[in-house]
């Protein structure tokens, strides 16, 4: 973006709420009362007063006077108070601190609560002391609290809008804050805008009356052309996670200042075609396909990269995305153990017929005997797909003494003393557990079906972990049925449900020895906590910096943190001569190249260049044109 020129113009911004993401007063009370018995109840009131004060339902001499009357506090107090509130300084804020420091002269914090806590944590930021204007405590000889300055206008009713007449303001005058008593500051005609602060707290007493609502301070920003951190303020930009994923994701997201919507299942193809309106950043799990006619819908056209918010990734259209510039990751490894100990919990719940055992004692039936139970150590295990899944299972089998046998249509290293198969018949004809773990290729749909269940030998236990469509439910419930197979553990179905509200409708249901998961093969605690950390990192590389290192669909490229410059990224068709045509064009502006970077599938290029500071909008144009261009961006 060019840089902007700040307006010669005096922002008023409050603090409470607004420059940090917390109450002070009620903060302070919380420190003041800890080990106290009573401190939730204190705190409790202190919180409902501000609350009420906030939206105009209490005075505020009033409810100034009744918080401080409440606080037992005193100096060290109100120092731990400044450590923490150094820590809660709004994310927006902290992003802009060069702004802040840049303007502090055209900045003015005017806050009922106090200067004792205010100055220290806004001249962190570069703001002076003396464009404070805020109350001032009043302590005894040992350092407690015993009142406030009530000569302060600021202790008084209307007192913002007493102190602001009082300073006789010239120019244009914004008000930044999330109260009803910052809003009155435009109502009484001494500032000609009032901006609603949403980020942390959304009053609707408060944005109702309010010029714009503003979710963070880039978006004030954003709005009156002034220089900041995001070049499009990062509230703009929708992020839509579905099928429950991880709680870690959501506060990812939220903490850069996205716009975060979480809904706890899937979406048909309809369903998604409406939600994915507007929407930059998706993620899903196994149960949402994102599919060509999704993707193709002109609501999918802001989209820029997609989450798989688990291994597989059957069901995003991959080869659309990549088409449309759009780049998908996966978390290729965060449930690869979880996968691993439930097969093997499996088999052993299997060969010793645990759920039968299990369920006739719930019946009062003590049915203590060693028929039909064995154990898995010496027992050959065959595994279909020698992947991250496969090759785990391979080593652990194997420590459990199993004799572990494997067949991949690509070229595999065996792992310790496991043996290669060269056929799936070769495989399946010598094993007594046989265990899936290929990915979800289109191409691998029934793989398992009658034939294969007649390769296998009599008494074989089978699992399905992978995908659904890899084996053909029919047969597999005739080689129940007809007694060839001893039991069967499944995970994974052709057709799921999209909700656990929705019935799980199979032909399985109800079959001897076989274990039905809904699943759940990577549902742990430990690897949903993996996945939203992972997946949501790749995601916010790619939005900041333009690193698609991981992706599944895209040229890889890792690119260095961005220092002094402007990225400006390029997807495009792979055809000959892009690369000369975006350099043709930084050469006719004199543009100085800092670094370029370009990778490229059979279909697609990446082309990222980092230009110096300055560049002219003529330039964003004329690259948005060159033929065969998917999308273009830029970042700082
Ligand atoms: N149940 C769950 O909750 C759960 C959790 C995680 C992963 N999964 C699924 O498990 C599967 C395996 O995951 P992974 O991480 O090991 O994947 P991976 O990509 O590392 O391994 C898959 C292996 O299967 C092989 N393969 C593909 N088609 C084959 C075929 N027809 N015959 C033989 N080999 C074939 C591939 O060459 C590859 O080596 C995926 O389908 C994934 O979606 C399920
Ligand atoms: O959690 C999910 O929805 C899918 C888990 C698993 O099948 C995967 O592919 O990682």
Not at 106 to 124: A, R, T
Not at 294 to 299: F, K, R
Request: glycine share 8%.
């Amino acid at each position: 973006m060019p840089t902007a020129q700040a307006e010669p113009l005096k922002i008023v911004i409050d603090f409470d709420s607004t420059f940090t993401k917390v109450e002070g007063l009620d903060e302070l009370a919380r420190i003041a009362l800890q080990g106290n018995p009573k401190q939730a109840e204190i705190v409790g009131k202190i919180k409902d007063i501000t609350d009420q004060g906030m939206v105009g339902a209490y005075s505020f001499s009033d409810s100034l006077r009744d918080r401080v009357a409440l606080l037992p506090a005193n100096r060290s107090h109100v120092d731990q108070l400044i450590v923490f509130l150094k820590g809660k300084i709004s994310e927006s804020f902290k992003r802009n601190k060069d702004f802040l420091e840049e303007n502090a002269a055209q900045i003015l914090i005017v806050s009922s609560g106090f200067k004792d806590f205010i100055v220290p944590v806004v001249n962190e930021m570069g703001i002076p002391a003396e464009n404070v204007y805020a109350n001032t405590f009043i302590y005894d000889a040992e350092g407690n609290i015993t009142g406030y300055d009530a000569d302060n206008l600021l202790s008084q009713d209307k007192g913002k809008v007493r102190l602001l007449q009082s300073l006789q303001l010239e120019g244009e005058v914004y008000v930044i804050g999330d109260g009803i008593t910052d809003y009155e500051l435009r109502e009484s005609g001494l500032a000609n805008k009032f901006f609603a602060f949403t980020e942390n707290i959304s009053r609707k007493a408060v944005t109702d009356k309010a010029d714009f609502v503003v979710p963070s301070l880039d978006e004030f920003l954003y709005i009156n052309g002034l220089s900041r951190a995001q070049s499009y303020p990062k509230s703009r930009i929708k992020v839509l996670l579905l099928e429950n994923v991880h709680p870690g994701a959501v506060n990812a997201f939220k903490k850069e200042g996205f716009q975060v919507e979480l809904l706890k299942g899937a979406l048909d193809e309809d369903e998604l075609i409406e939600k994915i309106k507007d929407v930059s950043i998706i993620g899903l799990r196994s149960k949402t396909n994102l599919t060509k006619k999704v993707l193709e819908h002109p609501n999918a056209s802001r989209l820029m990269c997609v989450g798989a918010f688990c291994i597989g990734t059957n069901q995003i259209d991959l080869v659309e995305c990549e088409k449309r510039g759009i780049a998908v990751f996966n978390a290729p490894y965060s449930n690869t153990r979880s996968v691993v100990e439930l097969s093997i919990g499996l088999m052993v719940m299997l060969t010793r017929n645990i759920f039968e055992k299990s369920t006739k004692m719930h019946a009062g039936v003590w049915d203590k005997s060693a028929t039909n139970s064995y154990e898995i150590r010496g027992k050959k295990i065959g595994l279909v797909g020698y992947g991250s899944i496969g090759t785990q299972i391979s080593v652990i089998a194997e420590a459990l003494g199993m004799e572990v046998y494997f067949y991949d249509i690509v070229d595999k290293l065996a792992l310790g003393n496991a043996k290669k198969c060269s056929s799936l018949k070769e495989l399946l004809s010598q094993v007594d557990f046989v265990s899936l773990h290929v990915d979800g290729r289109k191409s691998n749909t029934n793989i398992i079906g009658k034939e294969q269940f007649s390769w296998m030998k009599d008494n074989v236990i089978f699992l399905n972990l992978s995908r659904g469509h890899v084996v053909e439910i029919s047969a597999l419930v005739d080689a129940i049925k007809s007694g060839k197979m001893w039991g069967a553990a499944i995970d994974v179905f052709p057709y799921e449900p999209k909700t656990n509200d929705e019935e799980f409708i199979n032909e399985l249901r109800g079959l001897p020895n076989v274990i039905l998961t809904p699943h759940i093969g990577g549902s742990t605690e430990e690897a949903q906590a993996n996945i939203g950390e992972f997946v949501p990192a790749k995601l916010l590389q790619f939005m900041n910096n333009g690193s698609t290192y991981g992706s599944v669909n895209f040229p890889e490229l890792q690119l260095p943190p961005l220092e002094n410059a402007h990225r400006l990224l390029h997807i495009h068709h792979n055809v000959p001569g892009i690369l000369a045509q975006i350099n043709q064009i930084f050469a006719k502006y004199h543009v100085n190249i800092i670094g370029q970077y370009l990778k490229t599938t059979e279909n697609t290029g990446y082309v990222i260049t980092d230009v110096a500071k300055e560049y002219s909008e003529e330039i964003v144009s004329e690259l948005k044109l060159i033929d065969n261009t998917i999308k273009f961006r830029m970042l700082y």
